[in-house]
């Protein structure tokens, strides 16, 4: 019996007829039911436009960082199997991994690498968004989930930061937290809520652990489906203006109307009328059924990912610094990179302006983008010349972002002194 | 008033519902009030505040004695001995000594204090606190890390003799 024979038998079999109810998907109607019937994919409507399939238009960012994201989940819940979250053995945990537990560091630098990977993917998504004033309109909510989405996935990063317990995790906890005490009036109580007590002890690993493996995956999962779910209410990802509607005198009969801005109209097929799928193929919307166009894309783009990731996380190994050691501040001592601009920013100024305010009009600042001015000019294209003002302005603040970090990482020596990076 | 209403303004249904809506909300926000306060402990496994240290007159003038466990120094000068904390007025890093200049830098974001523990540089915004030493019976140094001492406060170093 060949593969391709046995395969055959298997989909006529009674078992796989009553999980997928369908034919072979040889034809509109199947691969409309192929989106319909199945649980995760009916995430996807049944067709998109053919401009959401371009891949320099949303550089599949969004679904990356997904992908990402489940990725972090596997292999955290997989790291949750020798993670002891205690001072005494959460540093040894980790070298547990590191020497004894098979493939235990493989597994570490696949979550470790994710995890930068999606900080860095969700910023990209973001610019995306922004660059293509995909925000405007219906979707202004929508950009409020991802600013939501973005805090989250920083606040996975900060809490996951801690439990190695090594010298980085310990000294950016108490800076972290420190920050956060020059909250006004709150600020003492919010420390000592997040640390479970005055000092980065034992409370404050445990209360992490369960904010890292509990409380932030359960908050990312709802504002997660709102965010999916939006889209789809949105009409479907952002794209250029239909062209005209079909004219009045256009074909008059139809056997379903069209109805533009709507990207699911093709829900349900009669068997006998294949020509209305052709007839919504041409319609404005120029659509095309997401099965196979846009899984086969979305199935390339994570294989890629997926084979990158690997490749990383079987050559570069995630650092695990001296155990932490609450009596020596290493020098110089560095938050991880996505933090560095905020580090520069709290080395000029007090703890409430580098730590509370700045930051703190950060996310106003992205949160307030859809309501400034509310207008639909330019959606659907990268860098509309009629939104040049706020191209620049978002350029620049996300320039001023990198800058900071370069000079973090690369320009910051012992006691946070100014160098050069080849002087180190 | 409307002079076909058979009922007052608060009927007997109207009342029971408001009574049992308030009852509902009342538990929740009591519930939702003990989650917060759930969240911080009465007591906590921490190191003591105090601690001991060998008696003033060990110290050499001028010298600079460091206590890692307690994140504080020891310091003499002419006018006595002082307790001052290790622990940066930014945001709460362990300052280092310099032996060479005397100063005492913090790590994270640059800060430096001179040898009185003044905020010289650096986004440190007070200078490091001096704190409450005393000698104990046994004549040791007895300093409590949470207890603030004035500026200029120095034990003088013949106290507890005799
Ligand atoms: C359900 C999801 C997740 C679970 C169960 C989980 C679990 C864990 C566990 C047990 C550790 C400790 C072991 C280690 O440090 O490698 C850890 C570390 C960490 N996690 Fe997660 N995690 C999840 C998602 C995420 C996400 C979404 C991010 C960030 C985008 C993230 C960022 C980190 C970081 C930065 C560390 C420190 C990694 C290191 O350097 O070792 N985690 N996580
Ligand atoms: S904690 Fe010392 S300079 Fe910031």
Redesign the interface.
């Given at each position: 019996m060949s593969a391709h024979s046995l395969m055959e038998s298997l989909r006529c079999s009674a078992i796989y007829r009553s999980i997928v109810r369908r034919g072979p998907a040889d034809n509109d109607i199947d691969r409309s039911l192929a989106i319909t019937s199945n649980v995760f994919l009916h995430l996807h409507p049944v067709k998109i436009r053919r401009h959401a399939l371009r891949f320099t238009y949303t550089f599949g960012l969004g679904g990356i960082t997904t992908l990402l994201f489940l990725i972090l989940c596997v292999t955290g819940v997989l790291l949750m199997f020798y993670y002891v979250p205690s001072p005494e053995r959460a540093y040894r945990s980790m070298q547990d991994l590191r020497y004894v537990v098979p493939y235990g560091t493989f597994l570490r630098n696949l979550h470790h690498w994710a995890a930068h990977a999606m900080i860095v993917t969700a910023a990209l998504h973001m610019a995306r968004v922004f660059y293509t004033g995909a925000f405007k309109g219906t979707r202004q909510f929508n950009w409020v989930v991802g600013v939501i989405l973005f805090v989250l996935t920083l606040g996975f990063s900060f809490t996951g930061y801690l439990l190695p317990w090594d010298q980085l995790a310990f000294?950016a906890i108490?800076?972290g937290t420190?920050?956060a005490a020059a909250v006004p009036l709150l600020g003492g109580?919010i420390r000592?809520?997040l640390l479970?007590?005055?000092?980065v002890?034992?409370?404050a690993l445990l209360r992490f652990y369960v904010l890292h493996c509990a409380v932030l995956p359960a908050l990312v999962f709802v504002f997660l489906a709102v965010h999916f779910w939006r889209v789809r209410k949105d009409g479907g990802i952002s794209g250029p203006p239909l062209p005209a509607e079909v004219p009045e005198e256009g074909p008059p009969e139809r056997l379903f109307a069209t109805t533009p801005g709507r990207s699911y109209a093709l829900v349900a097929l009669p068997r006998e009328a294949p020509a209305a799928v052709e007839e919504s193929r041409k319609s404005p919307e120029d659509t095309v059924l997401t099965y196979p166009h846009l899984l086969v894309r979305e199935a390339a783009a994570a294989m890629v990912v997926i084979g990158g990731l690997l490749l990383v996380a079987l050559f570069l190994n995630a650092h695990l610094e001296e155990a932490a050691n609450?009596?020596?501040?290493?020098?110089?001592?560095k938050a991880p990179w996505y933090f560095l601009g905020l580090?520069e920013v709290?080395?000029?100024?007090?703890?409430f302006i580098?730590?509370v305010l700045v930051p703190g009009l950060m996310v106003l600042a992205l949160l307030a983008i859809p309501y400034v001015r509310p207008n639909s000019v330019g959606v659907g294209v990268w860098f509309h010349p009629a939104r040049r003002r706020a191209v620049i302005a978002f350029t620049i603040g996300l320039v001023l972002n990198v800058l900071l970090i370069v000079v973090g990482m690369f320009f910051r020596g012992?006691?946070?002194?100014l160098v050069w990076p080849w002087s180190n | 008033m409307d002079e076909n209403r058979e009922t007052p303004a608060l009927g007997r249904r109207a009342l029971i519902a408001r009574i049992g809506w308030g009852a509902f909300a009342a538990s929740i926000a009591g519930s939702l009030a003990a989650g917060v306060r759930y969240m911080f402990p009465k007591a906590l496994d921490e190191p003591p505040s105090k601690f001991k240290a060998p008696p003033p007159d060990t110290y050499g003038v001028g010298s600079v004695y460091a206590v890692e466990e307690n994140k504080s120094f020891i310091l003499r000068d002419a006018g006595g001995v002082f307790a001052m904390s290790a622990v940066c007025t930014h945001l709460g890093c362990t300052v280092k000594h310099m032996d060479a200049k005397g100063e005492f830098h913090c790590p994270c974001h640059g800060s430096v204090f001179d040898k009185d523990g003044t905020n010289i540089a650096g986004p440190a915004p007070r200078p490091l606190p001096r704190l409450d030493a005393n000698v104990a019976r046994d004549g040791r140094l007895e300093v409590d890390t949470q207890v603030e001492a004035a500026k200029d406060y120095r034990v003088p170093v013949d106290a507890g003799r005799g």
């Open positions: 000294w108490t800076v420190n920050m109580m000592y809520a479970g007590g005055n000092i002890g034992a409370n609450a009596l020596k501040t290493p020098d110089p001592a580090q709290v080395s000029w100024s007090t703890p580098g730590g012992h006691g946070w002194s | -």
